[in-house]
């Protein structure tokens, strides 16, 4: 044989490994995949689902843990990190729908947990009748369904500091890539917050760096704490934690007492910089108020913030 013909058959071969090669990847790549995912419950976004009530636990006074059953022990959830379902009930005549967020991931299978603080009626003089979902969920027993829909956002975590974000909710999607992620939650809002935390701390690649200020209203508000500060203990060079409370009653209170402020975001959130995120969750009036003209203060541009 001639060099051109060795050259010719020795390309051929190695164009064959390397196809064989790309096969396997590929193969064991969506082997993986689909191994992670399973089988997906929220198929459709703009179908309802009903899931069974399995377990509900009280966690404080108005606090409850409340576990929902999947089709089948192999059914994932199927909600990305940084999405939101909708819960959807019928309440004295009307159609009642809110957002929750998930405390749990499409890592566990058959299930999946929402924490729920229950809004009382005859509590707060501003919202005399409490909140109608969370009231009519803490009514709900084992065997109860409701119906859920899903996923949903403007924001969605790809990993490795990597989000997309819509403008709204007809824009297509931005990239935004950040290596600090700093966080202001208040009340329930901790939940979005938790879920993008527990996929940073969980991956050893993603040195992403996330600090957060969490909001309330007392010590005994401050949901899900033993799951952040463990997070906190057990992954200090990538999570900082923060609390500051309207007023306290315990004399060996260590944070912050009172709203949200300037020097409270300087001390405990990432400066503002063109790797730097920060991601807001809570009430209107703690984020147009205490967070945004704060962080305006700051140098923090619009490009650098995101609203639940």
Not at 279 to 302: Q, R, S, V
Request: with cysteine; net charge positive; aromatic share 10%.
């Amino acid at each position: 044989m001639g060099n051109n013909s060795s050259f010719l058959i020795g390309a051929g071969a190695l164009a064959v490994l390397g196809g064989f090669l790309v096969f396997k990847l590929l193969s064991s790549s969506n082997k993986k995949s689909v191994k992670k995912s399973g089988k997906v419950a929220l198929v459709d976004s703009n179908v309802k689902y009903p899931f069974e009530l399995v377990f509900k636990e009280e966690l404080t006074h108005d606090t409850r843990r409340m576990r929902f059953a999947l089709p089948s022990p192999e059914h994932i959830l199927g909600l990305p990190i940084g999405q939101h379902i909708y819960l959807s009930a019928k309440i004295n005549g009307d159609l009642v729908v809110r957002p929750y967020t998930p405390t749990t991931s499409d890592d566990d299978k058959g299930f999946f947990d929402l924490v729920i603080k229950v809004y009382k009626a005859g509590v707060h003089p501003k919202f005399p009748d409490g909140g109608k979902m969370s009231q009519y969920l803490d009514k709900m027993q084992p065997g109860d369904k409701i119906e859920v829909r899903g996923p949903h956002g403007r924001l969605q975590y790809k990993g490795n500091g990597s989000f997309q974000i819509s403008v709204d909710k007809k824009s297509p999607p931005i990239v935004k890539k950040a290596k600090r992620i700093g966080m202001i939650a208040g009340g329930t809002g901790i939940t979005p917050m938790y879920q993008l935390i527990k996929d940073i701390c969980k991956h050893p690649e993603d040195q992403t760096k996330v600090q957060l200020i969490f909001a309330n209203q007392s010590e005994n508000d401050i949901l899900i704490r033993n799951e952040l500060e463990e997070l906190k203990q057990n992954y200090s060079d990538k999570f900082d934690l923060w609390y500051t409370i309207d007023k306290s009653v315990q004399s060996d209170w260590s944070y912050d007492i009172g709203f949200v402020n300037e020097d409270m975001i300087a001390k405990h959130l990432p400066p503002p910089s063109d790797d730097t995120l920060i991601l807001m969750c809570g009430p209107p009036p703690m984020i147009n108020f205490a967070c945004n003209p704060n962080l305006d203060k700051l140098g923090y541009t619009k490009e650098m913030r995101f609203s639940y």
